[in-house]
């Protein structure tokens, strides 16, 4: 069965950091994009960071550029989500996700995804 589970959330002071991890099982993890989103409280679901099947191209939300960083290890079919200079509105549940397809240019929005991990909390305390 084709499954995404995340790990590494918790409870964090601004500026510190945290790095969030993803294991895929199920599917073949090293040919499809993965990304990863994030929802706070009465907000919709956005896009926090992309990474392809090689690990060789990343997108970033302008809000966490320069600060998350995106990787992948295909031997391992984890993907990681590193985490540094947390502000308090990183506060959200974060969730990782996978196409399941390949295509050009795929939106970096999340109806263009089509499996989901459960999520894991972020919390940043000011």
């Known amino acids: 069965q084709e499954q995404l589970v995340e790990s590494g959330g918790g409870l964090v002071q601004a500026g510190g950091s945290l790095r969030l991890s993803c294991a895929a099982s199920g599917f073949t993890f090293n040919i499809y994009d993965m990304g990863w989103f994030r929802q706070a409280p009465g907000k919709e679901r956005e896009f926090v960071a992309r990474i392809n099947w090689t690990g060789t191209n990343t997108n970033y939300a302008d809000s966490v550029k320069g600060r998350f960083t995106i990787s992948r290890d295909n031997a391992k079919n984890t993907v990681y989500l590193q985490m540094n200079s947390l502000k308090p509105e990183d506060t959200a549940v974060y969730y990782c996700?996978?196409?399941?397809?390949?295509?050009?240019?795929?939106?970096?929005?999340?109806?263009?995804?089509?499996?989901w991990g459960q999520g894991t909390q972020v919390t940043v305390s000011s």
């Open positions: 996700a996978t196409t399941l397809y390949r295509a050009r240019n795929i939106p970096l929005t999340a109806d263009a995804y089509r499996l």
